[in-house]
Nanobody, 125 residues
Framework: QVRLVQSGGGSVQAGGSLSLSCAVS????????MAWFRQAPGSEREGVAV??????RYTESVKGRFSISRDNAKSMLYLQMDSVKPEDSGMYYC????????????????????WGQGTQVTVSS
C-alpha cells in the first residue's frame, strides 16, 4: 500500500511561483514512478510532469516553467511551478505506481494506482 499526502498550493498572481509537495509512504516499489496531474473545472485530468529512474518529463504546456523532483531520503515528491499562467489553475494531484517493464510510464491517469488528496492552485491574471 502507498499513501500520498499533499501540501502546498494556494493562490498566486500570473508570473509568480508556487510549490507543491507530496509526502510518500508505503511500498517503495509502487512509488518508483511518480507524477503530477491537474484538473481544471469541466476538464479531464491531465498529466503535467512525470519522474522515473530515467529522469523527468513534462507536458508541452509546462516545459521550462515547471520542475518535478523527488527526495528519496525524505520520501518527498515536489513540483516547482514558475512563471505560472491563469491556465495553470486547477486541482493538482500527485500520483504513483510501479514502473512498467520495457517501457516508460506516461501521462495518462489510468497508468497510476495511488493518488494524493489533491490541492488547489489558483492563478489570477
Amino acid at each position: 500500500q502507498v499513501r500520498l499526502v499533499q501540501s502546498g498550493g494556494g493562490s498566486v498572481q500570473a508570473g509568480g511561483s508556487l510549490s507543491l509537495s507530496c509526502a510518500v509512504s508505503g511500498d517503495p516499489h509502487n512509488t518508483d514512478c511518480m507524477a503530477w496531474f491537474r484538473q481544471a473545472p469541466g476538464s479531464e485530468r491531465e498529466g503535467v510532469a512525470v519522474i522515473d529512474d530515467e529522469g523527468a518529463r513534462y507536458t508541452e504546456s509546462v516545459k521550462g516553467r515547471f520542475s518535478i523532483s523527488r527526495d528519496n531520503a525524505k520520501s518527498m515528491l515536489y513540483l516547482q511551478m514558475d512563471s505560472v499562467k491563469p491556465e495553470d489553475s486547477g486541482m493538482y494531484y500527485c500520483a504513483s505506481d510501479a514502473c512498467p517493464r520495457g517501457l516508460r510510464i506516461g501521462f495518462q491517469d489510468f497508468e497510476y494506482i495511488y493518488w494524493g488528496q489533491g490541492t488547489q492552485v489558483t492563478v489570477s491574471s
